[in-house]
């Protein structure tokens, strides 16, 4: 059984849908710099189900700051008993050093270096192949050793491994609430997560909060307000562990004009701050911290600004061509 130790010591300004002015977060000391990693997709491979006889395949690629394709990093086909993995997941995580990727495909792990090295199953399906099994929300340890992951199958709850890239040993993590789309803090003593709220959707709006789990201690601290109607998605830490980037939005429109957009929250002081008002979701930080990518969901396009909001710029690219940036540095 999973401990329930959970704390509310470190509920944010942010908990309600006031916005903190007094937060002083700094610009950015030059002009973004480096490319982006990103899902290339087309608006086909988002019908329900996808038409896979009329649209490409989902694919990796790294992109220009301008939205230029740079370089296809997709995996190539190959012989053999097993079909080649396909990077057409719900996430996926960049190693620390931003040379390698995690991510699930056919409900296993799988890792792949971003220097052409070929892709490689991590971990296996844990259960016989008719029982049904889901492995998802891969995160990686800061010093590249091990991931972290949420794993749960047929007729069993959810687990939480961590696996060691060198040898595949596996260790089962306690978690003490149901975290996913988590990231792990550049310390390696925390793991940030969103928490599904239990039975509060409105439509298809589901409802989360954000949590901090001390991995040590396993307990966790509510980060924002489990009371409120705003559902808080994707933290990313900044490379320095000071502050966490988020999305936020609410489907109560007197509300969603004050919080939806992405926010920026100083972690040991608990306050945070709308730096980018609007649709936007799946922001991810600059190798030196000054910058943040995201997603209009709007137009469907990707953004780049300072970590303070500044310079928002909407990349040229056609709607849905690229999605989930992740930012990796310059040549």
Not at 8 to 29: E, K, M, Q, R, V
Not at 93 to 116: C, F, H, K, Y
Not at 254 to 278: H, M, R
Request: hydrophobic share 40%.
């Amino acid at each position: 059984m999973r401990a329930k130790a959970v704390t509310a010591l470190l509920i944010l300004a942010i908990a309600g849908c006031s916005n903190d002015d007094t937060l002083s977060i700094p610009p950015p000391d030059g002009r973004p710099q480096g490319s982006l990693l990103v899902l290339e997709t087309r608006a086909c491979n988002w019908l329900l189900p996808p038409d896979e006889n009329n649209c490409d395949p989902v694919g990796l690629v790294r992109i220009g700051l301008d939205g230029e394709l740079l370089e296809d990093l997709t995996p190539e086909a190959h012989e053999g008993p097993a079909p080649t993995p396909a990077i057409a997941m719900r996430q996926f995580a960049l190693s620390p050093d931003r040379d390698a990727i995690a991510w699930t495909w056919n409900e296993q792990v799988w890792v792949m270096n971003l220097d052409g090295d070929a892709p490689y199953n991590l971990v296996p399906k844990l259960l016989a192949e008719n029982m049904g099994e889901t492995a998802t929300d891969p995160t990686w340890a800061p010093d590249g050793s091990e991931l972290l992951y949420r794993w749960w199958g047929a007729n069993a709850g959810q687990t939480w491994y961590r696996v060691a890239l060198d040898s595949g040993a596996m260790t089962e993590v306690s978690m003490p609430v149901d975290c996913m789309a988590m990231a792990w803090a550049p310390d390696g003593t925390h793991v940030a997560c969103e928490v599904v709220k239990p039975e509060e959707e409105v439509g298809k709006f589901e409802l989360a909060d954000l949590f901090l789990v001390d991995l040590e201690t396993l307990e966790a601290t509510e980060l924002t307000d489990p009371d409120d109607a705003i559902s808080n998605h994707s933290p990313d830490w900044s490379p320095d562990g000071r502050w966490l980037a988020f999305s936020r939005e609410s489907h109560v429109a007197e509300v969603a004009v004050d919080v939806d957009g992405i926010w920026v929250l100083e972690v040991e002081t608990g306050q945070g701050k709308l730096v980018a008002p609007g649709p936007f979701s799946l922001p991810s930080w600059s190798p030196d911290g000054g910058h943040l990518a995201a997603f209009d969901d709007e137009q469907s396009k990707l953004v780049i600004m300072g970590r303070d909001g500044s310079g928002l710029t909407t990349l040229d690219h056609d709607p849905r061509q690229f999605v989930a940036p992740r930012w990796l540095p310059g040549d």
